[in-house]
Nanobody, 124 residues
Framework: EVQLVESGGGLVQPGGSLRLSCVAS????????MTWVRRAPGKGLEFVSA????????YYADSVKGRFTISRDNTKNTLYLQLDSLKTDDTAMYYC?????????????????WGQGTQVTVSS
């Protein structure tokens, strides 16, 4: 059974930082690209970032480029997202997702597995 457990969210002031983690189990983590997506209140699901299985390539939404950094530790089956220079628009529930391929392919839907998410709230 695929499980994705996100953590690390919280309340932070604008300009602050957080580090999100996602521990994966139930599949061979090192074989698959992984993504982070988010859902803000009253809005749809938004792609945030992706990373290939071997971490050779990373991808970012324009809205977070230069502020967020995705990484992974295949020895720990863990995906990370470092959030810096946070803005109020970054307030959302963040989810990690398993991609169906080793290399992330834009436009290809992630596998339909969901964790509980981790809430990031940016407010002064």
């Amino acid at each position: 059974e695929v499980q994705l457990v996100e953590s690390g969210g919280g309340l932070v002031q604008p300009g602050g930082s957080l580090r999100l983690s996602c521990v994966a189990s139930g599949f061979t983590f090192s074989y698959y690209a992984m993504t982070w997506v988010r859902r803000a209140p009253g809005k749809g699901l938004e792609f945030v970032s992706a990373i290939n299985s071997g971490a050779s390539n990373t991808y970012y939404a324009d809205s977070v480029k230069g502020r967020f950094t995705i990484s992974r530790d295949n020895t720990k089956n863990t995906l990370y997202l470092q959030l810096d220079s946070l803005k109020t628009d970054d307030t959302a529930m963040y989810y990690c997702r398993k991609h169906p391929y080793m290399n992330w392919v834009r436009g290809v839907p992630d596998n339909n597995y969901w964790g509980q998410g981790t809430q990031v709230t940016v407010s002064s």
